[in-house]
T-cell receptor, first 114, second 114 residues
């Protein structure tokens, strides 16, 4: 089944404790991206990647790191989480072709930073 | 910088009736793509419809259609014959051609009344 998976689905942590949220897709997509969703703010893009070893900042990259060492994986790293990073996080992927750019989203990761 | 505005935080529609969700955007670019995404209570993000800016013809997908007014920078979504399963949060999104940087609106929550 074609899908984007994220782990964990729910995470409660404390300020300053490094964490990684994993994202994996099995559709051979070139493009992958991380978003955060906050009430009243919609979705905001954090980072995106067009291919292995190629990453670009979205609108809200501060406090986050990403890496793309393999085509299928795109982990999101919070080196020192803070309470303002409490949010719902989505990973998405698509082909990087203008006529085939439908984004497929993962199920979301609910992160709470105390 | 591009912006996307959804001015209706919440709307209601009677089952089987038609409803239109509004979206306006601001850009200085001439080539771009516009999207409507649906997020039901399951939180899964689903692409509803997509419009290329260079196409004058409005996109349609079954009961979903758009009214794309490029000069007015308006991209509204019309849902015909509304069904209970259409109840969800709807997000409008923008992407510049040649990049994969997405800008989302703040969303409109649609309630469908039986």
């Amino acid at each position: 089944e074609a899908q984007v998976t994220q782990n964990p689905r729910y995470l409660i942590t404390v300020t300053g404790k490094k964490l990684t949220v994993t994202c994996s897709q099995n559709m051979n997509h070139e493009y992958m991206s991380w978003y955060r969703q906050d009430p009243g703010l919609g979705l905001r893009q954090i980072y995106y990647s067009m291919n292995v070893e190629v990453t670009d900042k979205g609108d809200v990259p501060e406090g986050y790191k990403v890496s793309r060492k393999e085509k299928r994986n795109f982990p999101l790293i919070l080196e020192s989480p803070s309470p303002n990073q409490t949010s719902l996080y989505f990973c998405a992927s698509s082909f990087a072709r203008e006529w085939a750019d439908t984004q497929y989203f993962g199920p979301g990761t609910r992160l709470t930073v105390l | 910088a591009q912006t996307v505005t959804q001015s209706q935080p919440e709307m209601s529609v009677q089952e089987a009736e038609t409803v239109t969700l509004s979206c306006t955007y601001d850009t200085s670019e001439s080539d771009y793509y516009l999207f409507w995404y649906k997020q039901p209570p399951s939180r899964q993000m689903i692409l509803v419809i997509r419009q290329e800016a260079y196409k004058q013809q409005n996109a349609t997908e079954n009961r979903f259609s758009v009214n794309f007014q490029k000069a007015a920078k308006s991209f509204s979504l019309k849902i015909s014959d509304s069904q209970l399963g259409d109840a969800a949060m709807y997000f409008c999104a923008y992407r510049s051609a040649g990049t994969y940087k997405y800008i989302f609106g703040t969303g409109t929550r649609l309630k469908v009344l039986a």
